[in-house]
């Protein structure tokens, strides 16, 4: 048993797959759920664009269009929040779900790169990504989100860094407050994946704090 008031943490290393029905998706995030609840876990964390997957619900031609495909995505993005408040409820955890492309005309034109936290008495919290890569910049063209939050959901008090904002040291000082920094990645090479583990590395020193990192996987 674990010791009073610890938090045991799931991070996933997450392959996305070809998605045929909106119940074949549905069936993938609730069996990772299920499976990381049983082995005692209190906090999920999926990773960066872990909701892509999502496109190929639209068909191969939406999938492999860049645009075409973030809006397909952030479309599903309310039955997608659903569905994880549901499964936080009934499994009892706290789930940091697969950030997605959101097209959220209050914050910008283009879209955001958005985690969204769900507890299990029915709450969630989004943070958006704060920081570009090149590439999200100049082929997406997403754009930074809403400020850096710290939520306190009672068991700890959690922020989020995604991918390269864990590769600032100021961002992190922003979330002094966080016990737990979550940073949820996705890059296409090790080399890619160790910038940002050593980015969260440094980033639990210098805020004397845990960070949980999660990374999309592929082939």
Same mark, same amino acid.
């Given at each position: =048993?674990?010791?009073?008031?610890?938090?045991?943490?799931?991070?996933?290393?997450?392959?996305?797959?070809?998605?045929?029905?909106?119940?074949?998706?549905?069936?993938?995030?609730?069996?990772?759920? /299920?499976?990381?609840? &049983?082995?005692?876990?209190?906090?999920?964390? @999926?990773?960066?664009?872990?909701?892509?997957?999502?496109?190929?619900?639209?068909?191969?031609?939406?999938?492999?269009?860049?645009?075409?495909? =973030?809006?397909?995505?952030?479309?599903?993005?309310?039955?997608? !929040?659903?569905?994880?408040?549901?499964?936080?409820?009934?499994?009892?955890?706290?789930?940091?779900?697969?950030?997605?492309?959101?097209?959220?005309?209050?914050? &910008?034109?283009?879209?955001?790169? /958005?985690?969204?936290? @769900?507890?299990?008495?029915?709450?969630?919290?989004?943070?958006?990504?704060?920081?570009?890569?090149?590439?999200?910049?100049?082929?997406?063209?997403?754009?930074?989100?809403?400020? $850096?939050?710290? @939520?306190?959901?009672?068991? &700890?008090?959690?922020?989020?860094?995604?991918?390269? !904002?864990?590769? @600032?040291? $100021?961002?992190?000082? &922003?979330?002094?407050?966080?016990?737990?920094?979550?940073?949820?990645?996705?890059?296409?090479? $090790?080399?890619?994946?160790? /910038?940002?583990?050593?980015?969260?590395?440094?980033?639990?020193?210098?805020?004397?704090?845990?960070?949980?990192?999660?990374? $999309?996987?592929?082939?």
């Amino acid at each position: =048993m674990p010791p009073a008031g610890s938090l045991n943490v799931a991070t996933a290393a997450y392959p996305l797959h070809l998605m045929q029905n909106w119940a074949e998706y549905a069936q993938k995030i609730e069996s990772w759920v /299920r499976d990381a609840e &049983a082995q005692g876990s209190d906090l999920l964390l @999926f990773p960066e664009y872990g909701a892509m997957e999502l496109a190929t619900l639209a068909g191969a031609e939406v999938a492999a269009d860049g645009e075409a495909c =973030m809006r397909a995505v952030s479309d599903v993005m309310p039955e997608v !929040d659903a569905l994880h408040a549901e499964l936080a409820g009934k499994y009892g955890v706290m789930i940091a779900a697969g950030s997605a492309p959101v097209y959220d005309d209050t914050i &910008a034109p283009r879209p955001v790169n /958005r985690v969204r936290l @769900f507890t299990p008495d029915g709450g969630m919290a989004v943070q958006d990504k704060q920081i570009m890569t090149r590439y999200e910049r100049d082929e997406m063209d997403v754009v930074p989100g809403g400020p $850096l939050q710290v @939520f306190d959901t009672g068991r &700890a008090k959690i922020g989020i860094l995604t991918c390269y !904002d864990a590769e @600032f040291p $100021l961002l992190g000082r &922003a979330l002094t407050d966080a016990e737990i920094i979550l940073v949820p990645s996705c890059t296409e090479v $090790l080399s890619g994946y160790w /910038r940002v583990r050593i980015g969260a590395i440094a980033r639990a020193l210098e805020g004397q704090c845990v960070t949980v990192m999660a990374s $999309l996987v592929g082939t």
